[in-house]
């Protein structure tokens, strides 16, 4: 299987426009049709270009002993779009002091495939994913995944000090690249590390 993702920009762009100049009969009513298709066309590949800034991935509520974690799945092109908040392979760490809550929300923003957002024990990557590191820290039905726009939220303690996973859950997609760290440490300021 291929779990790479192509956006279809580059081919059905060209094809909406020559089946506009070849058909001189029904102009505007055509034109009308293509523009409204080039117009879905740009809104199912207009990917974010840059990854989210820190700030906007992880905000902390220090009175209340909690995090605010937002990822957003496939959020720019990075890795094939196989990222969190446009981050792969480890190359996001949130950092959250031990007892605190997370409270993560998790939004697809690929077009083309299924994604979830899960905090997984540090084992070996496989296609099926590792264990969840703590009670309640994935969305509902990971394996699946949510659909193109779909948000879902989840929350829970991080009561153990160690370096974890956040990490896809959709079959292959932790191997493929799909995984960024969550460290869990006394004593330290919540922050995000790019
Ligand atoms: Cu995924």
């Known amino acids: 299987m291929n779990y790479r993702e192509v956006c279809k ?9 020559v089946g506009y100049v070849s058909s001189p009969k029904g ?9 409204a298709g080039v117009a879905l066309v740009l809104t199912a590949c207009s990917r974010a270009a840059r990854p989210l800034p820190a700030a906007r991935v992880l905000v902390a509520e220090p009175a209340r002993r909690s995090v605010e974690l937002r990822l957003l799945a496939g ?27 997370v409270d993560v929300t998790c939004t697809n923003r690929s077009t083309e495939l299924t994604h979830s957002c899960a905090v997984v024990e ?3 990557l496989s296609p099926y994913g590792a264990p ?16 193109f726009g779909q948000t879902a939220r989840f929350s829970f303690l991080a009561n153990r000090p160690g370096r974890y996973r956040i990490a ?13 760290w969550l460290v869990v440490e006394p004593h330290v300021r919540p922050r995000v590390e790019t």
């Open 9 to 17: 920009c580059n081919f059905m762009l060209p094809v909406a426009m």
């Open 27 to 35: 102009r505007a009513a055509r034109r009308a049709a293509v523009l």
């Open 75 to 101: 959020e720019t092109g990075a890795d094939a779009g196989f990222n969190f908040d446009g981050y792969s392979q480890g190359r996001l760490t949130v950092v959250v002091p031990l007892g605190w809550r």
């Open 122 to 124: 540090d084992l070996p």
């Open 132 to 147: 969840l590191a703590f009670p309640g820290a994935s969305v509902p039905d990971a394996r699946h995944g949510l659909g």
């Open 168 to 180: 896809c859950l959709v079959i292959g997609h932790e191997i493929d690249g799909m995984w960024d």
